[in-house]
């Protein structure tokens, strides 16, 4: 709607003194979100609402362009008014809420010119914000966001010139800010600074030699520094007690190398914001394989490691069939000894049951995906195990939200609930907008590629000899409660497989166009797309679904493809910091019920799930599905939908409860085969004292234990206490 503004309302005074557009529509959106918040009111009323606040603020007589709060004073007063009584108080509580934010950000020392979430400023904070030699941030999120779109656009000038480059970086900040599409965290750390790489995910080959082992603790160390993380096979390096004929002493095996590796990097922080991360992998038929499964079996052992055990078809087959298999010395190629492939397989589950590791790895089902056989056999992937690497490649990810690619649902009546206040079930998947977003991702990534700086010239000539991106969603969780449909549900299997192959042609069909613009990716020739007769593409992969850890919480919305890890919860993350985090629009629902209470915050807070909790609205305890509450068997389904249509691999954690046995781990490691999926990791609540999603008994101690954000103390004496105000009788309000 267009209104002809005076002049003294074409601008508006800011918090913080800036002076910008007026805009008639965020007036109209404010109040639409307070309407739907309690359920009264329409879009057509909001806009009347916010109409009359336009023509108070032209009845005065000051000349000066109005304030912020002036005119949400005027919005309140409207509402009160109009009779909007319920409406004025939801509109009012949202200001409060919003005042003691701020206040909190303010305490970070960060300026929020986004309209972050505390938690996503906190992340920023710590890791992401550019800092003075003082230590204190000197740039804001939006800042941030243009400083990455301006280096990475840089590129699009040898091809298009100037013009493009600056057409580009405003699309992709547009982007970012809208929070549609975020990369991977060195790229938002890195890109138009010093240090250059802008790349997440890396394999360093160690081959049996001292020099080879040391050349990647050397290699390592330089990709943490710069915020990337690195993946190894251990696999070549000759077993414990073996013989070294150039010095007639024996081999110290490859666990007694990965402890100088962890070693390393715990003495490295990358970039100086968080530490390394890695992921060590032993074939199945190395002979100290069984060291290997259980080196993690004492807590605190290769903290800076996932380790996963590489398992082939083979070896899966001798499992089911009961046989043996043979353990071959590398570096004669001689089988030295032979094991149940059963009970190995069983040793493997119950050291994931009680610490998470190790994974698997399904090595057979990466290198059938493997775009470039003739380079070599993929024998390791990245630290979370989905981007499966040739020796000495990386790549560089990204992940579109989808929870901000969606519009109202049409009026059609097949949601699987009726829409909640709150937006839950009242959404449909904007798929042109899906799709533009994708094109602009994958255009990114290939940017990325050209404005990266690697370091390591070896790795250098093999990013750039096969050019691998993955662009993938976040989100999936989200999505699906605003569609109403549960993550427990064959309609959320449905949408995963539609929208990852949606995404794949999307993603190929760039890659395409790309190649057209700027040439395939030098190795296409002897890959198999041209063994196949397809067209040319830029990149040699295209899509990765990444767990998107922090990216997600700047964003606003669920990791990756998982479910609600619970309706509230602590993400330890940030070198010790707790962030409570409560779902959105769990909490905008209950407070549109009248049901937002401190009791059944302690509740929630202690449970995680909504599972037995009547005091919440069935059609809500339906949709909202905490991974808890998610079968084992279906996490590996949600998993094996979206592996059919991504090119690497996906990254998923298979959560299952305190309670569950080990039977539950065998039946989803055996499940993932048969499914076709590249890796699975499993995590029991509960099996390690220190993870990074807590169990909701933690979350309870820390709220009622700590003061919400307003009481925090100032920065400087003690960090301000990331705790959720729970409104009427929060304990730090007193």
Known sequence: MAFPMPATLEKIVKRDGRVVAFRFEKIAAAVEKAFRAVGEG??????????????????????????????????????????????????????????????????????????????????????????????????????????????????????????????????????????????????????????????????????????????????????????????????????????????????????????????????????????????????????????????????????????????DDAFMRAVVEGRAYGLVNPRTGAVVRELPAADVFDLIVDMAWK???????????????????????????????????????????????????????????????????????????????????????????????????????????????????GIGVMGFADLLIRLGIPYTDPDALALAERLMAFVQERAVETSRALARERGPFPAFAESVFAARGEPARRNATVTTIAPTGTISIIAGTTSGIEPLYAVAFVRNVLGGDELIEVYPLFEAEMRRSGLFTLDLMKRVLRDGSLAGIEAVPEPLRRVLVAAADVPPEWHVRVQAAFQRHTENGVSKTINLPHRAPPSEVRKAYLLAHELGCKGITVFRSGSRSEQVLAGSERAAEILFEKACAREAPPRGELEPAPVLHVGEGCPGCG
């Open 42 to 311: 329409s879009e057509a009323r909001a806009h009347g609402v916010a109409a009359e606040v336009v023509r108070r603020l032209e009845t005065r007589d000051l000349e000066a362009p109005p304030t912020v709060e002036e005119v949400q004073d005027l919005v309140e007063q409207v509402l009160m008014d109009q009779h909007l009584h319920r409406t004025a108080k939801a509109y009012i509580l949202y200001r409060h809420r919003h005042a003691e934010v701020r206040g909190a950000k303010r305490l970070l020392g960060v300026t929020d010119d986004l309209g972050l979430s505390f938690n996503a400023i906190r992340v920023l904070e710590k890791r992401y914000l550019r800092k003075d030699a003082g230590g204190r941030t000197v740039e804001t999120p939006a800042e941030m966001f243009r400083r990455v779109a301006s280096a990475v656009a840089a590129p699009e000038a040898r091809w298009g010139g100037p013009d493009a480059a600056l057409l580009w970086e405003a699309r992709f900040e547009e982007a970012m800010r809208l929070l549609r599409f975020l990369p991977n965290s060195p790229t938002l750390m890195n890109a138009g600074t010093d240090l250059g790489n802008l790349a997440a995910c890396f394999v360093i080959p160690v081959e049996d030699s001292i020099r080879s082992i040391f050349q990647a603790v050397k290699d390592m160390a330089l990709i943490h520094q710069s915020g990337g993380g690195t993946g190894f096979s251990f696999s070549r390096l000759r077993p414990q007690n073996d013989v070294v004929r150039s010095t007639g002493g024996v081999a110290s095996g490859p666990v007694s190398f990965i402890h100088v590796f962890d070693a390393a990097t715990e003495a490295i922080k990358q970039g100086g914001r968080r530490r390394g991360a890695n992921m060590a992998i032993l074939s199945a038929d190395h002979p100290d394989v069984l060291d290997f499964i259980t080196s993690k079996g004492v807590e605190g052992v290769f903290r800076n490691f996932n380790i996963s055990v590489a398992v």
């Open 355 to 469: 610490c998470g590791d190790p994974g698997l790895v399904f090595i057979d089902a990466i290198n059938r995906d493997n775009p470039t056989p003739g380079q070599g056999r993929i024998e390791a992937t990245n630290p979370c195990g989905e981007e499966p690497l040739l020796p000495y490649e990386a790549c560089n990810l990204g992940s579109v939200n989808l929870a901000r690619l969606v519009r109202p649902r049409a009026e059609t009546g097949d949601a699987v609930v009726a829409p909640l206040g709150a937006g839950i079930g009242g959404y449909e998947v904007d798929w042109d907008l899906l799709g533009r977003t994708v094109e602009l991702g994958v255009r990114f990534l290939d940017d990325v590629i050209e404005a990266s700086r690697y370091g390591i010239p070896e790795v250098e000539a093999v990013v750039r000899r096969n050019r691998k991106v």
